[in-house]
């Protein structure tokens, strides 16, 4: 009998739905008010603005596009107080009619003067006593009244708050948020780490819908990727720290949502257009100059720009388009030392050196980002109670970069050993008397990303009844291609100069960049001979795509018995598909044409963007480096001189190993309310979240079986030829795994206002992070002369979280506000690798499709649940506020500060025990200028604790120029001062107790993007 998707319990929620009543329109003894909340001096309609009607005590919360309605209203003259963050509190009187819905446009107080305020008619706009506001300090206003609405312990952003990020990048933006550390990758930030957990623990949502993010630089992840997501269509971002019965449960740290603009917040019609231009410090000519390309120069100062149009066509219609372009070159250095210590195995007491360089690699990469979006919204009101909306995303991001990397081995393979390292003080300066090598491996990367996703919804209003509807199609795909794009072969496979003998140096300094080395024997290498004639990657051919399609059904009804309290209830099916493959190894080829590598050399000299770095052949010249461009360039034109090299590891590897296919079913339901009982606001739910995997996995013959077929097969267990990898892994169709689970996610919240000003929140809920891609696929693959088992666990479980958190805020007179936070995770059911398995560990037994009871005996390795649980802790200290309370001079000074301290029951690799985050913005007439300031104390990177990054402060700033009639100039600068990220080390001694001094590992500058631009709003 085939098992249901959705188990009995989670159909309940279905009936719970379906016995929402639909209301009538009005009760027959009682009327209602509707209409707009509009900001003049923005021009924008607010949501979250509070509307209370006396008598009564009915309150409303204006929505999106600044919609609102109050119901169940007595007949007669009704008053309406008008409430909202930096503004005066507003009395307005309406006339209520049974059995009809009164139309009142409220305004917020204008700069100029008005009107005062008075009764007003169906269809009449309300005008509002003269206060002066200013546009920035509405920006600030619009996210407070955003968090005080939300009854999850939440931060709300207004995504021009840290200046204009003219760039896009999301994760940049978020640098300057409490509990928020950014991951890097390739030059740009891709994620963010919430609260001391990896951005695999952070669902990222747009407009609370999932969008399909991939990469192809690996297949170990779930964590979501901000290259496929821009931030200029964005009006705002709210990070939800507990998570809600009607929010999604895989996100333990919490929830990014990207709040996207629309046409129904501006009045009428609008257009912003924006051009500007980006420069790094490394290139400040106009000149064109080399790199990334080896030979065809580029011009470094790159343009970029932005384009909107928003028109709202009355009340019924409105939409909104959105392009932008931003094009960024930049480049970075980098100096790596690895370093030998002696170990139980590997010790030689007649050399008691506790730690001897053994490599030095040195960095050289510059690259170009391009990053496209578009973004099309349309919203219909088609009647009073029916709204249609349609949103449409398109996301295409670029990035090309030319690595140099050049490792010098202080011993190699061709002979040496530690005690061939010299030097009185070997952290600062060593010299090599025999074995040492140098090897250099370029690459080119052309790294493509797409996503195209399509979301169309519905909104049905009736009285106190509402539900809402959507469907989205989300598809990401991601793949490397240099060949195609840019020309040029991938890389050349690491070939190395043997017997190369030079000093390396740097300062005394504990943190000294200026590291120096000089070739003192050996063959020069500053030539290609030394490096022989390597073998070369053609392509590459890394590609990953994930499609989700989600369908949503919610509804809410609002009941006043005893208690006013709104109920919601509704359910959501989700459909995930996953694909990754690479099989860059099919295209390892040997050049056997009849140049050298010496007629590949790059005319682009290696040169390091660290000051004082440097390295010298014996010739005084530099270290040979190949142009991957003219090789790609002679493939073109003479295929017929590379001979592909691909044995059965490379097929295996392409075909096998790194070919993975997954697909995720996600069907949940839920049922929350949410109450009010004098100054007390409660909030509880639970959600059912039904998971069902299904993994296409290759149905490979035994190590036996292939060589009954006369095929050889290796310690591994894999056959030694192709044909042999082709007969046991590929001869058979993939077969269905089949894994399913359910759980249920209690959450609770409740909100006490202290006073009118001081609210008390206290959440907590349960969540879950599921699997990764790569821990739940995998190969099945026996060793015969180890007689172990790699095992996919196909019945793997979640991680689960359990949440709590705690904050009391203050909300200031003006605009700002003061809190503290207090947040505490526990995971258990950990992913971790176990081996030495018993077959009944793991669940192998008959029910196993393909089961070999020849296999119960042997030992298994796989993932499972069996890693310790881990509890993180942090406390936030948040402040921001706008200070004209200490005069005119202030009224457009706007200052945030924020304070993180963050611990662990055990050691947490990136999760900065101290970190800091301050800013201001400031506008004097026509001049606008702003500064952030992030700073991290030394966190650890790995899970000993004996690597630790270094603590680091990066300054961002910026001014703007207001030149009237919409026209408006700017500047920014990120990472000013180019401040370094810095590794350091400091491990336990070997030979005596104790620690090793602490010594620099990693050390690697960025530096600084200026970005100037002009923007006119029409």
């Given at each position: 009998?085939?098992?249901?998707?959705?188990?009995?319990?989670?159909?309940?929620?279905?009936?719970?739905?379906?016995?929402?009543?639909?209301?009538?329109?009005?009760?027959?003894?009682?009327?209602?008010?509707?209409?707009?909340?509009?900001?003049?001096?923005?021009?924008?309609?607010?949501r979250n603005a509070q509307i209370r009607a006396t008598p009564g005590g009915e309150v409303?919360?204006?929505?999106?596009?600044?919609?609102?309605?109050?119901?169940?209203?007595?007949?007669?003259?009704?008053?309406?107080?008008?409430?909202?963050?930096?503004?005066?509190?507003?009395?307005?009187?309406?006339?209520?009619?049974?059995?009809?819905?009164?139309?009142?446009?409220?305004?917020?107080?204008?700069?100029?003067?008005?009107?005062?305020?008075?009764?007003?008619?169906?269809?009449?706009?309300?005008?509002?006593?003269?206060?002066?506001?200013?546009?920035?300090?509405?920006?600030?206003?619009?996210?407070?009244?955003?968090?005080?609405?939300?009854?999850?312990?939440?931060?709300?952003?207004?995504?021009?708050?840290?200046?204009?990020?003219?760039?896009?990048?999301?994760?940049?933006?978020?640098?300057?948020?409490?509990?928020?550390?950014?991951?890097?990758?390739?030059?740009?930030?891709?994620?963010?780490?919430?609260?001391?957990?990896?951005?695999?623990?952070?669902?990222?949502?747009?407009?609370?819908?999932?969008?399909?993010?991939?990469?192809?630089?690996?297949?170990?992840?779930?964590?979501?990727?901000?290259?496929?997501?821009?931030?200029?269509?964005?009006?705002?971002?709210?990070?939800?720290?507990?998570?809600?019965?009607?929010?999604?449960?895989?996100?333990?740290?919490?929830?990014?949502?990207?709040?996207?603009?629309?046409?129904?917040?501006?009045?009428?019609?609008?257009?912003?257009?924006?051009?500007?231009?980006?420069?790094?410090?490394?290139?400040?000519?106009?000149?064109?100059?080399?790199?990334?390309?080896?030979?065809?120069?580029?011009?470094?100062?790159?343009?970029?720009?932005?384009?909107?149009?928003?028109?709202?066509?009355?009340?019924?219609?409105?939409?909104?388009?959105?392009?932008?372009?931003?094009?960024?070159?930049?480049?970075?250095?980098?100096?790596?030392?690895?370093?030998?210590?002696?170990?139980?195995?590997?010790?030689?007491?007649?050399?008691?050196?506790?730690?001897?360089?053994?490599?030095?690699?040195?960095?050289?990469?510059?690259?170009?980002?391009?990053?496209?979006?578009?973004?099309?919204?349309?919203?219909?009101?088609?009647?009073?109670?029916?709204?249609?909306?349609?949103?449409?995303?398109?996301?295409?991001?670029?990035?090309?970069?030319?690595?140099?990397?050049?490792?010098?081995?202080?011993?190699?393979?061709?002979?040496?050993?530690?005690?061939?390292?010299?030097?009185?003080?070997?952290?600062?300066?060593?010299?090599?008397?025999?074995?040492?090598?140098?090897?250099?491996?370029?690459?080119?990367?052309?790294?493509?990303?797409?996503?195209?996703?399509?979301?169309?919804?519905?909104?049905?209003?009736?009285?106190?009844?509402?539900?809402?509807?959507?469907?989205?199609?989300?598809?990401?795909?991601?793949?490397?291609?240099?060949?195609?794009?840019?020309?040029?072969?991938?890389?050349?496979?690491?070939?190395?100069?043997?017997?190369?003998?030079?000093?390396?140096?740097?300062?005394?300094?504990?943190?000294?960049?200026?590291?120096?080395?000089?070739?003192?024997?050996?063959?020069?290498?500053?030539?290609?001979?030394?490096?022989?004639?390597?073998?070369?990657?053609?392509?590459?051919?890394?590609?990953?795509?994930?499609?989700?399609?989600?369908?949503?059904?919610?509804?809410?009804?609002?009941?006043?018995?005893?208690?006013?309290?709104?109920?919601?209830?509704?359910?959501?099916?989700?459909?995930?598909?996953?694909?990754?493959?690479?099989?860059?190894?099919?295209?390892?080829?040997?050049?056997?044409?009849?140049?050298?590598?010496?007629?590949?050399?790059?005319?682009?000299?290696?040169?390091?963007?660290?000051?004082?770095?440097?390295?010298?052949?014996?010739?005084?010249?530099?270290?040979?480096?190949?142009?991957?461009?003219?090789?790609?360039?002679?493939?073109?034109?003479?295929?017929?001189?590379?001979?592909?090299?691909?044995?059965?590891?490379?097929?295996?590897?392409?075909?096998?190993?790194?070919?993975?296919?997954?697909?995720?079913?996600?069907?949940?339901?839920?049922?929350?309310?949410?109450?009010?009982?004098?100054?007390?606001?409660?909030?509880?739910?639970?959600?059912?979240?039904?998971?069902?995997?299904?993994?296409?996995?290759?149905?490979?013959?035994?190590?036996?079986?292939?060589?009954?077929?006369?095929?050889?097969?290796?310690?591994?267990?894999?056959?030694?030829?192709?044909?042999?990898?082709?007969?046991?892994?590929?001869?058979?169709?993939?077969?269905?795994?089949?894994?399913?689970?359910?759980?249920?996610?209690?959450?609770?919240?409740?909100?006490?206002?202290?006073?009118?000003?001081?609210?008390?929140?206290?959440?907590?809920?349960?969540?879950?992070?599921?699997?990764?891609?790569?821990?739940?696929?995998?190969?099945?693959?026996?060793?015969?002369?180890?007689?172990?088992?790699?095992?996919?666990?196909?019945?793997?479980?979640?991680?689960?979280?359990?949440?709590?958190?705690?904050?009391?805020?203050?909300?200031?007179?003006?605009?700002?506000?003061?809190?503290?936070?207090?947040?505490?995770?526990?995971?258990?059911?950990?992913?971790?690798?176990?081996?030495?398995?018993?077959?009944?560990?793991?669940?192998?037994?008959?029910?196993?499709?393909?089961?070999?009871?020849?296999?119960?005996?042997?030992?298994?390795?796989?993932?499972?649940?069996?890693?310790?649980?881990?509890?993180?802790?942090?406390?936030?200290?948040?402040?921001?506020?706008?200070?004209?309370?200490?005069?005119?001079?202030?009224?457009?000074?706007?200052?945030?500060?924020?304070?993180?301290?963050?611990?662990?029951d055990a050691i947490k690799p990136m999760l900065p025990p101290h970190a800091v985050s301050?800013?201001?913005?400031?506008?004097?007439?026509?001049?606008?200028?702003?500064?952030?300031?992030?700073?991290?104390?030394?966190?650890?990177?790995?899970?000993?604790?004996?690597?630790?990054?270094?603590?680091?402060?990066?300054?961002?700033a910026g001014l703007g120029w207001n030149f009237g009639k919409g026209f408006m100039f700017?500047?920014?600068?990120?990472?000013?001062?180019?401040?370094?990220?810095?590794?350091?080390?400091?491990?336990?001694?070997?030979?005596?107790?104790?620690?090793?001094?602490?010594?620099?590992?990693?050390?690697?500058?960025?530096?600084?993007?200026?970005?100037?631009?002009?923007?006119?709003?029409?």
């Open positions: 009998m085939k098992k249901t998707l959705l188990p009995p319990r989670l159909v309940f929620f279905l009936v719970l739905l379906a016995a929402f009543p639909v209301a009538r329109a009005q009760n027959a003894s009682t009327g209602a008010v509707s209409g707009r909340v509009y900001n003049p001096e923005t021009g924008e309609y607010v409303a919360i204006s929505e999106q596009g600044g919609f609102y309605q109050i119901t169940n209203l007595p007949p007669g003259e009704v008053t309406l107080v008008l409430s909202y963050a930096g503004f005066p509190n507003v009395t307005v009187k309406a006339t209520v009619t049974t059995g009809a819905t009164a139309t009142v446009d409220l305004n917020l107080p204008a700069a100029a003067p008005s009107a005062t305020a008075g009764a007003g008619a169906a269809g009449e706009v309300v005008q509002l006593e003269a206060f002066t506001v200013t546009s920035d300090r509405s920006g600030q206003a619009k996210v407070i009244m955003d968090q005080r609405a939300s009854m999850n312990i939440s931060q709300h952003v207004a995504a021009d708050v840290f200046g204009d990020n003219t760039e896009g990048n999301i994760g940049e933006f978020m640098r300057n948020l409490p509990g928020v550390l950014v991951n890097t990758s390739e030059g740009e930030v891709t994620n963010v780490n919430l609260g001391g957990l990896g951005a695999e623990y952070t669902s990222v949502t747009i407009d609370g819908i999932s969008l399909a993010t991939v990469s192809a630089a690996s297949s170990d992840s779930r964590a979501a990727s901000f290259s496929a997501i821009s931030l200029n269509s964005i009006d705002s971002l709210e990070i939800s720290r507990t998570v809600s019965a009607d929010m999604d449960a895989n996100a333990p740290a919490g929830i990014i949502n990207l709040r996207s603009k629309r046409a129904f917040e501006n009045k009428g019609q609008k257009i912003v257009a924006q051009a500007n231009l980006t420069m790094h410090s490394s290139a400040t000519t106009l000149e064109k100059e080399p790199g990334p390309h080896d030979t065809s120069g580029m011009f470094k100062i790159r343009p970029g720009g932005q384009l909107q149009y928003s028109n709202a066509f009355g009340r019924r219609f409105g939409v909104l388009l959105n392009v932008s372009e931003s094009n960024i070159y930049s480049a970075e250095s980098r100096v790596v030392t690895n370093y030998d210590r002696p170990t139980a195995t590997n010790n030689n007491p007649a050399d008691p050196r506790e730690e001897v360089p053994q490599s030095f690699v040195f960095h050289n990469t510059t690259r170009l980002n391009r990053r496209f979006a578009g973004t099309l919204t349309l919203d219909w009101r088609a009647t009073e109670h029916l709204t249609l909306s349609l949103t449409g995303i398109y996301n295409y991001s670029r990035m090309f970069g030319l690595q140099r990397p050049i490792t010098f081995s202080t011993w190699s393979s061709q002979g040496g050993s530690r005690a061939m390292v010299q030097g009185t003080d070997p952290t600062h300066s060593i010299y090599t008397i025999y074995g040492s090598a140098v090897t250099i491996a370029p690459a080119v990367v052309s790294r493509l990303g797409q996503n195209i996703t399509f979301t169309p919804k519905f909104e049905y209003r009736r009285g106190d009844f509402r539900l809402e509807g959507l469907f989205t199609s989300s598809e990401a795909k991601a793949w490397y291609d240099p060949w195609g794009r840019e020309g040029a072969v991938r890389s050349i496979a690491s070939p190395a100069a043997y017997h190369v003998l030079y000093n390396v140096s740097r300062g005394p300094g504990l943190t000294d960049s200026d590291y120096k080395v000089t070739q003192t024997g050996g063959p020069d290498m500053s030539g290609a001979a030394p490096f022989g004639s390597p073998k070369i990657y053609l392509r590459d051919g890394r590609q990953a795509v994930t499609k989700i399609r989600t369908a949503s059904l919610d509804a809410s009804y609002l009941t006043r018995f005893l208690l006013p309290v709104k109920w919601k209830a509704g359910l959501k099916m989700r459909n995930e598909k996953w694909r990754y493959r690479d099989d860059s190894a099919l295209n390892l080829a040997n050049y056997t044409g009849p140049l050298s590598l010496g007629d590949f050399a790059s005319p682009y000299t290696w040169d390091s963007y660290m000051k004082g770095v440097s390295l010298t052949s014996l010739s005084g010249g530099g270290v040979f480096m190949p142009d991957l461009f003219a090789l790609g360039a002679r493939y073109r034109a003479h295929p017929e001189e590379f001979t592909r090299v691909v044995t059965a590891t490379n097929y295996y590897d392409a075909n096998v190993q790194y070919d993975r296919n997954f697909e995720e079913d996600v069907n949940a339901g839920y049922l929350m309310g949410m109450g009010t009982w004098g100054r007390l606001i409660f909030q509880a739910g639970v959600r059912l979240e039904a998971t069902k995997t299904d993994i296409r996995e290759i149905d490979a013959y035994t190590p036996e079986q292939t060589e009954s077929q006369g095929y050889a097969v290796g310690a591994d267990g894999v056959a030694a030829s192709i044909e042999g990898v082709q007969w046991q892994f590929l001869s058979r169709p993939r077969v269905h795994k089949i894994n399913r689970y359910h759980d249920y996610f209690p959450s609770a919240s409740i909100k006490y206002q202290i006073t009118p000003k001081l609210d008390l929140i206290v959440a907590a809920n349960k969540t879950i992070r599921r699997p990764s891609y790569y821990d739940a696929t995998g190969i099945f693959l026996v060793n015969e002369d180890t007689m172990t088992v790699s095992f996919p666990n196909r019945a793997l479980k979640p991680e689960r979280g359990t949440g709590a958190a705690v904050r009391l805020i203050y909300y200031f007179k003006g605009i700002g506000q003061l809190s503290a936070s207090f947040y505490q995770t526990r995971l258990t059911n950990m992913i971790a690798a176990s081996t030495n398995l018993t077959a009944v560990d793991v669940g192998y037994d008959e029910s196993y499709p393909g089961y070999n009871e020849d296999y119960a005996t042997y030992r298994f390795s796989t993932r499972n649940n069996s890693g310790a649980p881990v509890t993180v802790r942090s406390m936030e200290l948040s402040y921001s506020q706008t200070l004209g309370f200490l005069g005119p001079v202030f009224r457009r000074l706007n200052v945030h500060l924020n304070y993180t301290r963050g611990y662990a301050t800013g201001f913005n400031y506008t004097y007439k026509k001049l606008i200028l702003w500064s952030d300031l992030n700073w991290t104390d030394d966190f650890p990177v790995s899970d000993t604790g004996y690597s630790f990054r270094r603590h680091r402060t990066q300054l961002d700017g500047l920014n600068a990120r990472n000013l001062t180019d401040a370094p990220y810095m590794h350091m080390q400091r491990a336990p001694r070997f030979y005596s107790d104790g620690y090793n001094p602490t010594v620099l590992q990693d050390y690697l500058r960025i530096g600084t993007t200026w970005t100037t631009y002009i923007k006119k709003t029409f």
